[in-house]
């Protein structure tokens, strides 16, 4: 029975996944499905960050092939329309504090291994969890 409550509670997170990388999409959304979470996947940032004011997403997943300060300049217009944790997959090369400067919660260099990002997702989500528990108790 606790896990059934568990199962049903995830439904109430959603999380967006703003990528052009169809197979991590696949691998993300299969495991956050069969994990009983809601799952939106965006291809554009227009559209990413209309579908975050939408859903108001408790996770965010950025991995865009976008130069530097473009990506900074839409994990800013991100960071404006959710409270939601923000991971964001860029090269190693970046310079990774004017992301969390423009309000990431968690910069992973990439490559970076599918199952890796996804036990940082969930760790995310645990803690947006239990932030709302606390929160409104």
Same mark, same amino acid.
């Given at each position: 029975?606790?896990?059934?409550?568990?199962?049903?509670?995830?439904?109430?997170?959603?999380?967006?996944?703003?990528?052009?990388?169809?197979?991590?999409?696949?691998?993300?959304?299969?495991?956050?499905?069969? /994990?009983?979470?809601?799952?939106?996947?965006?291809?554009?940032?227009?559209?990413?960050?209309?579908?975050?004011?939408?859903?108001? !997403?408790?996770?965010?997943?950025?991995?865009?092939?976008? !130069?530097?300060?473009?990506?900074?300049?839409?994990?800013?217009?991100?960071?404006?329309?959710?409270?939601?944790?923000?991971?964001?997959?860029?090269?190693?090369?970046?310079?990774? !504090?004017?992301?969390?400067?423009?309000?990431?919660?968690?910069?992973?260099?990439? !490559?970076?291994?599918?199952?890796?990002?996804?036990? /940082?997702?969930?760790?995310?989500?645990?803690?947006?969890?239990?932030?709302?528990?606390?929160?409104?108790?």
């Amino acid at each position: 029975m606790a896990m059934r409550n568990f199962a049903q509670q995830n439904t109430t997170q959603n999380i967006l996944i703003i990528s052009q990388d169809e197979e991590m999409i696949n691998i993300w959304v299969t495991f956050f499905k069969e /994990k009983h979470y809601c799952v939106i996947n965006e291809k554009e940032t227009t559209k990413g960050i209309q579908t975050s004011r939408l859903i108001t !997403p408790a996770l965010i997943i950025i991995y865009l092939d976008l !130069p530097q300060n473009e990506n900074i300049q839409f994990c800013k217009a991100l960071r404006a329309t959710t409270s939601g944790a923000l991971l964001l997959l860029a090269p190693r090369n970046t310079n990774s !504090p004017a992301y969390y400067q423009a309000g990431i919660n968690e910069f992973i260099a990439t !490559p970076a291994n599918p199952m890796a990002v996804l036990m /940082k997702s969930i760790t995310w989500l645990a803690r947006q969890e239990w932030q709302t528990m606390h929160t409104y108790k």
